[in-house]
């Protein structure tokens, strides 16, 4: 048995799950997520929590077992606290600035770069060098954040691009050090 996919969720308060068929659909105080479970996995709403259950021990049931379990539990954090990823950027003339909802950097290349928000998604500037995404689908905000590392990622001789806070970048020598 999944050790995860055997935990309970409980549901908050504030928090309306509605399961119909095979879509689970939370709706919280920050917005509505819904997800669709994959064949063999079943849920079942009682007395406030979720549980989500095998029919057998196939492998794709095994898989699919704590997957869908936390998929569950990211949509109820999300629509009642959210999730978020902080960036930073190193580097002489690196910066981003906020136009509209939407972010221009200027990243050493010839074109300043401007990233659209997603519907779903904010994007907050703290400073010329810090930035953070935040959304209600967990999926979503890692997947933005990461395009927006993609664009001048991490140098690893001198350390300059977009990195994630705290994200340690493994450094080279380079030329001079033997």
């Given at each position: 048995m999944s050790r995860i996919g055997?935990?309970?969720?409980?549901?908050?308060?504030?928090v309306e799950v509605k399961i119909d068929g095979a879509v689970v659909t939370v709706k919280g105080a920050k917005g509505e997520l819904s997800h669709t479970v994959a064949s063999p996995i079943e849920v079942a709403l009682e007395e406030g929590t979720i549980s989500v259950t095998r029919p057998n021990d196939e492998r794709t049931a095994r898989s699919l077992h704590g997957l869908t379990r936390t998929l569950i539990?990211?949509?109820i954090d999300g629509v009642t606290k959210g999730y978020e990823k902080k960036l930073e950027i190193v580097g002489t003339g690196y910066r981003v600035q906020a136009k509209g909802s939407?972010?221009?950097?200027?990243?050493?290349?010839?074109?300043?770069?401007?990233?659209?928000?997603?519907?779903?998604?904010?994007?907050?500037?703290?400073?010329p060098t810090k930035l953070s995404v935040a959304g209600i689908d967990k999926q979503q905000v890692g997947e933005v954040a990461?395009?927006?590392r993609k664009l001048r990622k991490p140098d690893p001789y001198k350390g300059k691009g977009i990195r994630y806070a705290g994200e340690i970048i493994r450094r080279k020598v380079g030329k001079a050090g033997k």
């Amino acid at each position: 048995m999944s050790r995860i996919g055997r935990l309970p969720i409980t549901v908050p308060a504030g928090v309306e799950v509605k399961i119909d068929g095979a879509v689970v659909t939370v709706k919280g105080a920050k917005g509505e997520l819904s997800h669709t479970v994959a064949s063999p996995i079943e849920v079942a709403l009682e007395e406030g929590t979720i549980s989500v259950t095998r029919p057998n021990d196939e492998r794709t049931a095994r898989s699919l077992h704590g997957l869908t379990r936390t998929l569950i539990a990211n949509m109820i954090d999300g629509v009642t606290k959210g999730y978020e990823k902080k960036l930073e950027i190193v580097g002489t003339g690196y910066r981003v600035q906020a136009k509209g909802s939407d972010l221009e950097f200027a990243l050493g290349y010839s074109h300043p770069v401007s990233v659209a928000a997603p519907a779903g998604i904010t994007f907050a500037v703290e400073g010329p060098t810090k930035l953070s995404v935040a959304g209600i689908d967990k999926q979503q905000v890692g997947e933005v954040a990461a395009n927006i590392r993609k664009l001048r990622k991490p140098d690893p001789y001198k350390g300059k691009g977009i990195r994630y806070a705290g994200e340690i970048i493994r450094r080279k020598v380079g030329k001079a050090g033997k």
